[in-house]
């Protein structure tokens, strides 16, 4: 079974633009998840998304946001970016909806933003 | 709010020594609990999982029980090689929540 990809898996973007990043789950995973790993404040839940419904949102400004798609397949958009925004973007996909249910991750998408 | 505390690296040790990184939890219900290694340049991989109390989880040599009396999940290692060095991430996930709490991560650091 193919893994989580995610695309792209690197992005050069400049203060004030915004970029959109995607994420395939693995076949079958309903529930995808996002975080953001930086190495001041480490991994950060960013949103979840199951049936194309966002369940769960983290402590991040309305800039980030996000959406999923019939197929599970999601996307998340980060308007107006900002020099903090430079990060490692994880995406990370699970079957249901159970605590217990192991989520698995992608590469990651590396963003800078300059 | 949940938070998962993980002892400072780095952790260096030399080849086949005994390993242990510690993590402790906070949580109000009965989250699962979970290693996540990750490699240079990559994601994070599951190392293994607990979902209950005195559970143990287990892979590749690599132990943790889930202690729920000292809200611990330390990892142990009995004989740690160089393709170990990697950094080590505790994590928490309440009952119902894909919403996954992490640790700072430990790095480890094996030499030959």
């Known amino acids: 079974k193919a893994g989580v990809t995610q695309t792209p898996r690197y992005l050069i973007k400049t203060r004030g633009q915004q970029v959109t990043l995607s994420c395939s789950p693995i076949?079958?995973?309903?529930?995808v998840s996002w975080y953001q790993q930086t190495p001041g404040q480490g991994l950060q839940f960013l949103f979840e998304?199951?049936?194309?419904?966002?369940?769960n949102k983290g402590n991040f400004p309305g800039r980030f946001s996000g959406r999923q798609f019939s197929n599970s397949r999601s996307e998340m958009n980060v308007s107006t970016l900002e020099l903090g925004d430079s990060a490692l973007y994880l995406c990370?996909?699970?079957?249901?909806?159970?605590?217990?249910?192991?989520?698995?991750f992608g590469p990651g998408t590396r963003l800078t933003v300059l | 709010g949940d938070s998962v505390t993980q002892m400072e690296g780095p952790v260096t040790l030399s080849e086949e020594a005994f390993l242990t990184i510690n993590c402790t939890y906070t949580?109000?219900?009965?989250?699962?609990l979970f290693w996540y290694v990750q490699y240079p340049g990559e994601g994070l991989q599951l190392l293994l999982k607990?979902?209950?109390?005195?559970d143990k989880g287990s892979n590749k040599g690599f132990e943790a029980t889930y202690r729920k009396e000292t809200t611990s999940f330390h990892l142990e290692k009995g004989s740690v090689q160089v393709s170990d060095s990697a950094v080590y991430f505790c994590?928490?996930?309440?009952?119902?929540?894909?919403?996954?709490?992490f640790g700072t991560g430990t790095r480890l650091l094996v030499s030959p």
């Open positions: 949580a109000t219900g009965y989250p699962s």
């Open positions: 990370a996909s699970s079957y249901g909806l159970a605590g217990a249910d192991t989520q698995y």
């Open positions: 076949s079958g995973h309903r529930s």
């Open positions: 994590a928490l996930s309440e009952t119902g929540f894909q919403k996954l709490v």
């Open positions: 998304y199951f049936s194309e419904t966002q369940r």
């Open positions: 607990a979902t209950k109390a005195d």
